[in-house]
């Protein structure tokens, strides 16, 4: 019986024979990359190209299935594409790249339009949203994944046909109020922060004193003496405690260290009395108490068994004794001449330790709770769980619904991809009881995302020549004459956020395009238009030989979407739950897994939260 | 990010076409000639009748790439003489901070008129640094005197 037999069957002669002569890239080769390959190779796509910039390390090697301890330090990439061959048997025809995905020059758009259907398997927001945007100046199909530890999803996006990457706002790493880590923390990630982000960065990490140099420097401006002084000292206090690091004992160092964070800052926050009308006041550590034990501890060496008792909440005494020690180790490596400096590391124990007792020790002192060292090492190294059987279930997913793309002939219907509105599914797993698998039909682009609805894009293609010899104000008035602006009527910016012209600021308009910055090949150019009735235009930059032609897509630009001032309001996090009907599995009922995909009609319904 | 570019020049292009009388803000200049729009300087001008007249206080506003999920950063000089002032410059104010009164919708203009309002109207249950607070809320005629001074600095601002 030939190989194929049976896939032939499940999957359809004419689909099957599609994805035999198709090229796909999957983008990452990590914990989905892996599993999803082995599932892309099985289904026998003609042509697999990979691309990651990683490389393997120890951590990966419990889930990633396709590397072995020997493969550490080799590039992901390649090592996986190798790695499939053993189950090859369909010949798929693997290339791998190493490198970044957004690298216009590895990568250029020319690359990127060979590909029939891409696959995502990437684990950070920025190459997914680059990789989104490929596939909306291309109009090609994407399918998205991602997992959290029992969560996952699979999304399908079909460009301005469903909603895309963009058009549901993603949440962001939290970020804290410096008031609130500076002066008053309430709970546990808020000390962690501090510890990590401001104690432990200020004193051993890479001198960046421009701050307080700064504070010094406007106060020898100011002629205020009282003003003067105070200024001085907060800025100089860290200073001589980051010098105490080298000129002292490490006894003096402890102390020092001890007195100046945990009693008299808090001591300088508590005159503050406004700040503890509705909050309960820090008790400022009283060092003597604690001082003969700690010497008891400190003088038998046995004691070094505290440090790693990972997962045990550490009393005062024992975080004195962590501080102390891994304070004493971090002086040594400064003083020892080999690291000038020290970032931290959540693998690095010296300064995991340092972070968590002064974290501890700061909770304790504001009535937080305190946290092993377990559980601080999740917060302070930013570690999301992985769970390989997760990244199973969601590659499979991603391969079975990405084959149904194939289900019909990509030249009929070019990139009309609305048939697919009808049937293609995002999914979400979870782990919560009655609701492991749940998916819902694709949504339109949400009207006012940035990246699907409120613009048009295409590519420009320069010629060599007109890079060399043509002036930024050429350009300027290119775009004038090809889409209708009014005279001097749009702004442009280049790459990330630089603004090079608009009528306000016409400095580069006599400046050769060559000697623009990062007017190169792969970068974005951005127009608006300054009386708000064109929408706005995204073009990207591909320049061509020498004597060629320069060629603007050719297309009109829209009337720009207006939306009442309150609608504005609306896109921000709060969308990101908007209520949508889904399809919820009841695991009662033991459903093959193509039925829970495909079926029909709603159970129930229930809201989805990403 | 695209949305941050995207917000960001249409910040720049409103704030051209109108803003309010006195204020300035414009992007920084990059050594390649380019306008950077995450970071901005501005002039914000104490109101009349105040103790904060006749003067133009810098800031610097940086935003993140988030933005505007997340609010920009803005900043006095360090050692502004402000009760919600911190010694390295930055502002407290609920507007700019995600966990409160943060709202992508926020403009510039609103910004800017908000730390204008900030000027003479501090919070004293947000102190930020200990000189201006401690002179605002138990010395008065010191906290003026020094606000005065502070607008004798600011007076001659190079507001272009």
Known sequence: MAKDTYLKKVLGSERYNRIRSSKVLMVG???????????????????IHIVDLDTITLSNLNRQFLFRKTDIDKSKSLTVANAVQSFNYLNSNLIPHHGNIMDGNQFPIQWWSQFDFIFNALDNLEARRHVNKMCLFLKRPLMESGTT???GQIQPIFPYHSECFDCQAKETPKTFPVCTIRSTPSSPVHCITWAKEFLFYQLFDEADSTELNSADKIAGETDDKDQQENLAKEANELIELRNSIISKDKDVFFTELVFKIFKTDIERLLLIDTLWKSRQKPNPLQFSEYESELDNLIADDKNTSILTDDTKVWTILEDLYVLRKSGESLQKRINSGDESSISFDKDDEDTLNFVVASANLRSSIFHIETKSKFDIKQIAGNIIPAIATTNAIISGFSCLSGSDYFK????KIGTDFSSFMNHSRTVYISIRPNKYITSALLSEPNEKCASSSLLSRGVLRISKSDVKAQTLGWLVNTLIDTYDYEEEGLSISLGQSRLIYDVDFDDNLGTKLIDINGFKDGELLFIQDDNDELENLELYITITGEGTLTTLPEFKLRPKKEFAEEDEEDYSMEEVDGNRDTIIIDDEEEKAIDDIVIEEPALKKRKVVE | MSLCNTRLQEERKQWRKDHPFGFYAKPVKDSDGSLNLKIWNAGIPGKATTLWQDAVYPINITFPDEYPSKPPKVKFPAGFYHPNVYPSGTICLS??????????????KQIVLGVQELLDSPNPDSPAQEPAWKAFSKDRSLYEKKVREQAKKYANADSS
């Open chain 1, 149 to 151: 530890g029992f969560e």
């Open chain 1, 408 to 411: 019909v002939d990509a030249k």
């Open chain 1, 29 to 47: 080769a990590g914990g989905i990359g892996c599993e999803l390959l082995k599932d892309l190779v099985l289904t026998g796509y003609g042509q």
């Open chain 2, 95 to 108: 507007i700019l901070n995600e966990e409160q009164d943060w709202r992508p919708a926020i403009t510039l």
